[in-house]
């Protein structure tokens, strides 16, 4: 709802009785009037529109947000990380069928092996010979990490972390995006109610304005009472723009946040004094919560970072693997060493094979680099525990002066209706006392003016306790049950 709902439908005096057309005075006068009956045009349907609660339109802001479904597929993706990572512990079995040609001009002599197959150094005998020789061999091999000292174990473990923080980051975020709506809502209705005031002002303004009109043709006030009350007017109307525009650009925020487009104004019975004392409730004064959502980003990426660093000391320890493999192989040279005619060698498997293996490796100079990697996860463990406190120190600051203040503003609010409702009684009482002649329109304006701080030092003082209500709620961990209360 644009401000344009807040004019007025109509004046209750005839510009024609107090301004001739002719008039200077009587072509500003109609000026103000058009514009105000313009854009008092649709107003009443607007007006009447029933009210955006809170937690509806923060519903459509959690379902609306981009950054929240970000981090629901980056959950997703850590949960599937961490099948992946259980998949790391499986054997790693091969098969492989290799057919060969080429020539067999070997000398003997040991080498190191390049596969899984031990070598055979011995070859053609006699004087080196070109012949192609051909062979085959299909092979089937295993191996597995029967003893890693946990290492697999710690990895599974680290990639738990990676979900755990992901939803801690949700969590947050989540948080983050019902405080910002919370905020910037109670923003738009202090704003919603700034106008309202401001529009009660323009309209005392008009009627002070025809009042001082009447004395002034009727000769029972002098007519720079009237120019000054034209210029009270004008500058009512001013400021009553100018708070339409500051309630546009909130509520354009809020349309933005919550991705949808406001038609309908705030709810205004949250400022209610019940509705502030069941709030003010929530309340427990019992400091920070321990699962705050903040917090716990904290907490889980520190836990994962001692996680993060007994994975990388555990994977420089030793490894015990157990391998196996078996194959079957034709070859062109004979056990002696001659070497069949190429063109007469047939491909059957001719003889099979079998190894197995316990090995044990250790790698000494990673004992070195060991201790530099923990050297290295301690620090960054350390700003993982100092960014906790960090944090935490943030919070609790806001928590005691969210408190204080929270305090002093409930005491405030036991002292602004007896204020507001004598300053409407000075203005009514000069205002009387105008109309009978016994005061100034000094007298006058400066009543409305105290009259219209009042009414404003009202609005904005609820809307500060709704706002700090609000906070120290969350901080306590009853942000959901906050925004339930609006649940209507």
């Known amino acids: 709802m644009r401000m344009s709902a807040f004019f007025p439908a109509k004046q209750k005096f005839s510009s024609n009785r107090y301004f001739p057309m002719n008039s200077?005075?009587?072509?500003?006068?109609?000026?103000?009037?058009?514009?105000?009956?313009?854009?008092?045009?649709?107003?009443?349907?607007?007006a009447q529109t029933q009210a955006i609660n809170l937690y509806s339109l923060m519903g459509q802001a959690e379902a609306n947000y981009p950054q929240l479904r970000q981090r629901q597929a980056e959950l997703a993706f850590f949960k599937a990380h961490e099948i992946t990572t259980r998949s790391l512990a499986l054997p790693r079995l091969g098969i492989a069928d290799q057919p060969d040609w080429g020539t067999v001009n070997s000398?003997?002599?040991?080498?190191?092996?390049?596969?899984?197959?031990?070598?055979v150094s011995g070859g053609s005998s006699g004087s080196n010979k070109s012949i192609q020789s051909q062979g085959n061999i299909a092979i089937a091999n295993v191996a597995c990490d029967i003893y890693g000292?946990?290492?697999?174990?710690?990895?599974?473990?680290q990639a738990?972390?990676?979900?755990?923080?992901?939803?801690?980051?949700?969590s947050a975020d989540r948080y983050e995006l019902r405080q910002e709506v919370v905020l910037f809502y109670i923003d738009w209705?202090?704003?919603?109610?700034?106008?309202?005031?401001?529009?009660?002002?323009?309209?005392?303004?008009?009627?002070?304005?025809?009042?001082i009109r009447a004395n002034v043709l009727s000769g029972l006030r002098p007519g720079a009472d009237s120019s000054t009350a034209l210029a009270t007017y004008a500058g009512a109307r001013i400021s009553y723009m100018s708070a339409g525009n500051d309630y546009d650009l909130v509520m354009d925020q809020l349309a933005g946040i919550a991705g949808i487009t406001l038609g309908a104004g705030p709810d205004t019975t949250m400022t209610g004094k019940n509705t502030l004392v069941k709030l003010a409730a929530l309340a427990t004064f019992n400091g920070i919560a321990s699962n705050h959502p903040v917090l716990d980003v904290f907490v889980k990426k520190a836990e994962?970072?001692?996680?993060?660093?007994?994975?990388d000391e555990k994977r420089f320890l030793p490894k015990l693997q157990l391998s196996a493999a078996y194959w079957a192989r034709n070859t062109g040279v004979s056990p002696t060493?001659?070497?069949?005619?190429?063109?007469?060698?047939?491909?059957?498997?001719?003889?099979?094979?079998?190894?197995?293996?316990?090995?044990a490796a250790v790698n000494i100079t990673d004992l070195k680099l060991r201790q530099d990697h923990k050297r290295e996860n301690k620090f960054l463990a350390d700003a993982g525990d100092e960014a906790l406190k960090s944090a935490q120190l943030q919070l609790n600051t806001l928590y005691v002066q969210s408190q204080t203040s929270m305090q002093s503003t409930a005491r405030q609010l036991e002292e602004l209706p007896v204020l507001q409702h004598a300053a409407s009684m000075a203005f009514q009482q000069q205002l009387a006392l105008y109309r009978a002649g016994l005061n100034t329109l000094t007298d006058v304006t400066n009543a409305e003016y105290t009259l219209l701080q009042a009414e404003t030092n009202m609005v904005v003082t609820q809307t500060e306790m709704l706002k700090l209500a609000y906070l120290v709620a969350a901080l306590d961990g009853n942000q959901d049950l906050f925004i339930e209360q609006f649940k209507h």
């Open 189 to 211: 209705l202090r704003k919603y109610r700034l106008l309202q005031i401001r529009l009660e002002d323009m309209q005392r303004d008009s009627i002070v304005f025809s009042l």
């Open 337 to 359: 060493g001659q070497i069949a005619d190429a063109g007469s060698l047939s491909m059957p498997y001719s003889a099979t094979n079998y190894l197995i293996g316990l090995t």
């Open 24 to 46: 200077f005075l009587g072509y500003c006068w109609r000026w103000l009037l058009a514009g105000v009956v313009v854009s008092s045009m649709g107003a009443v349907a607007q």
């Open 149 to 157: 000292f946990g290492y697999y174990k710690a990895l599974q473990n």
């Open 107 to 119: 000398l003997s002599g040991a080498y190191f092996p390049l596969g899984i197959i031990p070598s």
């Open 304 to 311: 994962a970072q001692r996680v993060a660093n007994l994975a």
């Open 160 to 170: 738990r972390m990676g979900t755990e923080i992901s939803n801690s980051l949700l």
